[in-house]
Structures are given as C-alpha cells and as structure tokens.
C-alpha cells in the first residue's frame, strides 16, 4: 500500500485554490491550500509535502522567491508554477531555479497531471 503524496498548492486566489484542490482531491492527493508563501512556510506541511503548486506572482513572496528560498534551506521539494502572465523571462527563472513546470493560466486538467506525475516520479528525499 502506498502512501499518498502531499501537494501543497499556494495562491492568493481563493478560487484557484479551491478548484486545484478539489481536482487533485479527486484524483487521490492529500492536499493542503495557502494563501501566501509565509503561511506555507509556516505550517506544519512544510515538512511532509510531496510537491508545491504555486502562484508565480504573489505579495510579499513570490512563488520563484519561495523556490529560492527552499532551496536554500536545503529543501529540494519539486516545484510546478502556475500564472496568469506567462512571460518567458520569469519561465526561464522559474525553470532555472529549479521547478519542474511552469502552467499559463488556464491550463488544462492533463497538463497538471502530466507535470504532477512528472514532478513525483523525479522526487526523492525532500531534503538535500
């Protein structure tokens, strides 16, 4: 028996948050919703999540300030952005940084899974 993956999703939209969560919830994903990246970093799911689904713009902490930030606290956690304002620079950055994917609002159900599957399959230990 397998243990189910974690996905914390992190957007300042509420809607999103709920539509993202109730999609992976039917897919089996335990799921955890933050408004914003301080909360996240705050909670307890910090340490058992699987993988993050994040706003790549937010206040106070943007989804690739958050993958830095990870990053350097030594989390390798898989990171797939979402946004409403694709730009290929901050694509670039993103990808860079090191996230799995990178999703133009909106996307496609299929495109989410395919990054999640991607992201979990690649994913070892969440720590460096």
């Not at 958050?66 to 606290?73: A, D, I, S």
């Not at 409403?84 to 909106?106: M, Q, S, T, W, Y």
């Amino acid at each position: 028996m397998s243990v189910p993956s974690i996905i914390s999703v992190i957007d300042d939209d509420a809607s999103v948050r709920l539509a993202t969560n109730n999609l992976l919830t039917s897919r089996g994903y335990t799921v955890y919703t933050f408004g914003s990246a301080h909360e996240f970093l705050q909670s307890a799911e910090l340490e058992a999540t699987s993988c993050v689904i994040a706003d790549v713009q937010m206040a106070a902490m943007s989804g690739v300030e958050l993958l830095t930030h990870m990053r350097g606290l030594g989390r390798i956690t898989p990171f797939i952005f979402m946004t409403a304002f694709p730009d290929e620079a901050v694509r670039d950055r993103a990808l860079k940084a090191g996230a799995i994917g990178f999703l133009a609002k909106p996307f496609s159900t299929r495109a989410l899974i395919e990054c999640l599957e991607t992201a979990l399959s690649d994913a070892g230990d969440a720590t460096m």
